[in-house]
């Protein structure tokens, strides 16, 4: 049987444990279309005195990295809006009553889909990542979801703004801090890092631009100069430091994928694989297998899905030899190389390998560092494909390879899915 799956080659974000350098091209969230890149980076941490402010500190030092495509001009506001909302995960708070401020940055770990910010008396929710009407305390705030990543500050200490030197952009890779800890107060810089030159609303960015959120070392004790937190705001804040890379979640996005069934014919008659809106939205993660012990399965390259999802609904569309589906996608697809490892389109199949050696019976269970794949035992379905702009021209591809990339669990890694793209 032919399952087909469309998908753009968008994945989740970055978070880190160590300071070093990765390049746009290692980022795996984006958002935004064309060719102009640029990324956000948050760092959430502890502040080295909490003066002005009962908001508890974050749970952990993370740092996470986001990539934005944009054409012509676009603002560090726009990447923002546009971040947060391609993100479910994500949330920001901020006041804009003399341009643009962020106050509170959150991160929902556990997925729950409850945002929010209360200072106990008062509490919003957030309901599309980007909050400008709240009415809490940010020095007072905290996250509705007590296992949310979240720092809130305005007279305490607060989200400080950093971007490549000199907000000039073009930085292919994330800018370098240098070997100093903190800042220098007399230039504004920190190796290639410095604050922002320009408020959010008025910071143009540039293809290569680099913007960081970084929680400001203390609160701003203006009124007594002399107090150790007026000296650390002044002398030792710390630019974000640069991610490494280390791969999180992919975060779906339902426009990454087909939206919609335009047509289709000669689909196997027999349910469940007669459904051509299978193939809308993104690939199967786990489905429901009868023979297995009844269990639930995660789908693998040796534990391909079959039968239905486990809430019951169709996760397989069979496409008998002549036939086809014509899908639309929730966004255009570009021949572009700038895309994540040049990947600009995937289509996911239900090829996979059988009869492992050592195996016995594959389940979510099966040991594979026992396991050897048979290549003679490779069930594959070649497939042509083609992609139209205005679904009366269409333009095949290339080469369709018949070991189509299905949809790992957990398994998959950069490089494997890198090696089915060619």
């Known amino acids: 049987m032919k399952k087909v799956r469309f998908a753009l080659a968008l994945a989740g974000a970055l978070a880190v444990s160590s300071v070093q350098a990765i390049s746009l091209d290692d980022i795996q969230l984006w958002t935004g279309s064309g060719t102009n890149r640029a990324a956000l980076v948050i760092d959430w941490n502890s502040p080295e005195i909490l003066n002005f402010t009962t908001v508890p500190a974050p749970l952990a030092t993370k740092t996470m990295v986001w990539g934005y495509r944009f054409n012509g001009t ?41 945002v929010g910010v209360t200072d106990g008396t008062s509490t919003n929710y957030i309901t599309e990542g980007y909050l400008t009407t709240a009415t809490e305390d940010p020095d007072a705030s905290t996250a509705i979801n007590n296992g949310d990543l979240f720092w809130s500050g305005y007279f305490g200490p607060n989200w400080q703004v950093w971007t490549e030197l000199g907000d000039a952009g073009g930085f292919s890779a994330s800018p370098n801090r240098g070997s100093s800890p903190y800042w220098n107060p007399d230039t504004g810089t920190q ?42 705001y002044n002398d030792d804040e710390q630019a974000p430091p640069s991610p490494d890379g280390t791969y999180v979640a992919y975060v779906a996005n339902t426009n990454d994928f087909a939206v919609q069934v335009v047509g289709s014919n000669d689909l196997d008659p ?79 199949g239900n090829s996979f390998f059988d009869s492992l050696s050592g195996a016995g019976l594959v389940s979510d269970a099966t040991d594979l560092s026992t396991a050897t794949l048979k290549s003679t035992n490779m069930y594959a379905h070649a497939t042509s494909v083609s992609v139209s702009q205005d679904g009366m021209n269409w333009v095949a591809v290339e080469s369709v390879p018949v070991l189509y990339p299905d949809n790992a669990y957990r398994w998959m890694t950069r490089t494997a899915r890198g090696r089915t793209k060619r």
Do not use: C
Request: net charge negative; no cysteine; hydrophobic share 40%.
């Open 74 to 114: 676009a603002t560090g506001t726009q990447m923002l809006e546009a971040i947060a909302a391609a993100d479910p995960k994500l949330y920001l708070v901020a006041d804009v009553t003399w341009g643009t401020f962020v106050t509170g940055i959150g991160y929902n770990l556990s997925g729950n889909g409850v």
């Open 270 to 348: 027999a349910s469940p694989y007669n459904n051509p809106a299978a193939v809308l939205n993104r690939p199967a993660l786990k489905f429901y297998d009868p023979f297995d012990g009844h269990v639930t399965n995660r789908v693998s390259v040796i534990d391909d899905p079959y039968n239905v999802a486990p809430d019951g609904s169709d996760l397989i569309t069979e496409i008998l030899n002549g036939g086809q589906i014509t899908v639309q996608l929730g966004r255009k697809v570009y021949n572009n190389p700038n895309n994540p490892y040049g990947i600009d389109l995937i289509v996911y």
């Open 191 to 232: 190796g290639q890092w410095a604050y922002a030159e320009a408020g959010l609303d008025e910071l143009s960015l540039t293809n290569g631009s680099w913007i960081g959120f970084s929680v400001a070392a203390a609160g701003d004790d203006w009124m007594n100069p002399d107090d150790p937190a007026n000296v650390i």
